[in-house]
């Protein structure tokens, strides 16, 4: 019985991928692309506004984090604007829009980042990475240092995480049913809305009701791609992240900051450690969020940065 029961198994699991296979790419719901590198870079764009417009406020870029898009910035990223500041998201190769790209190589990604700031001519951004995006935004503030006006690490310390020999992960990421559980994750808006949720953050009332639900699907809605599955469940037997090398973060010269949710003790990696190697810069702790700090208190998340960049004038 167990063996039939595994080949029935088998079975439906083949047969509903095959049925619910996804395109290779999908058409954004909202910002545009722009050509870099023979690269189709996706970002979203919010026009300065309010009393501080005049451009005298230097312009801010978001880097999402792992299984993160521009979405995840849809929040916090007007209110940011209303400070005077020209704010833009762009999507990192591997889980947003953005079609092409190294998905492993951190250096290529920043200096994909570099060369959209150069292509839409961004005047030396504070670039701003949540999670995983700090690693990246770091290394755009290392290597293009002429480009960047400031740097701000949000709930990542830009460190490596070693998940040892991913044989055994990799070989599972192959199996057809892995396929299958994915596609029902990431399309199941009452799954993944809990998911999103519980590394928001006690005050985060984003995922909540209708609207809630809404923003779930749009966040995975780019998950949702075959080119971001495949690239996922190909990374499966990484044995580590995108990140930076202690030496390399302790060498970034631009202004530096950090934005941390209160009650993010795991996800972000270690606090302590950002502090460390970022030299002690100055820092904005944020309560009653967790990891999602800037969904969990948008508007908190924005006075934050926009306290921070102050500093961080146009050079």
Not at 168 to 174: D, E, F, K, S, T
Not at 203 to 210: I, K, M, Q, S, W
Request: net charge negative; charged share 20%.
């Amino acid at each position: 019985m167990g063996v039939v029961g595994l080949v029935l198994l088998t079975l439906l699991s083949v047969v509903g991928n095959a049925v619910t296979t996804p395109p290779d790419t999908l058409e954004p719901d909202a910002g545009a692309f722009t050509d870099v590198g023979g690269l189709a870079v996706h970002y979203e764009h919010w026009a300065a506004s309010g009393k501080h417009s005049s451009g005298d406020a230097a312009p801010v870029v978001l880097l999402p984090g792992f299984a993160e898009s521009t979405v995840a910035f849809r929040a916090a990223a007007p209110l940011i604007a209303a400070q005077g500041r020209d704010v833009y998201a762009f999507d990192l190769p591997g889980f947003g829009y953005t079609r092409g790209g190294d998905t492993e190589d951190v250096r290529s990604q920043a200096d994909l980042v570099a060369g959209t700031i150069r292509t839409l001519g961004i005047d030396h951004p504070v670039v701003v990475g949540h999670s995983l995006g700090a690693a990246v935004a770091g290394g755009t503030a290392l290597w293009h240092p002429e480009d960047v006006g400031g740097v701000v690490f949000a709930d990542g310390d830009a460190q490596d995480l070693d998940f040892g020999d991913g044989t055994w992960r990799a070989r599972i990421a192959r199996l057809p049913y892995t396929t299958s559980v994915y596609r029902i994750f990431t399309r199941s808006t009452w799954l993944n809305r809990a998911a999103l949720a519980g590394s928001c953050g006690s005050a985060c009332t984003a995922f909540d009701g209708d609207d809630g639900a809404r923003l779930a699907r749009q966040w995975m809605r780019p998950l949702t791609q075959g080119d971001v599955e495949h690239s996922l469940l190909g990374s499966a037997g990484h044995s580590g992240i995108l990140h930076l090398e202690e030496d390399q973060t302790r060498a970034i010269t631009v202004p530096r900051a950090i934005i941390w949710g209160a009650e993010d003790t795991r996800s972000g990696g270690s606090l302590q450690d950002t502090r460390d190697r970022l030299g002690h810069p100055q820092e904005r702790i944020v309560d009653g969020a967790a990891h999602d700090v800037m969904n969990a208190q948008p508007g908190a998340f924005a006075d934050a940065l926009g306290a921070l960049t102050d500093g961080m004038d146009r050079r």
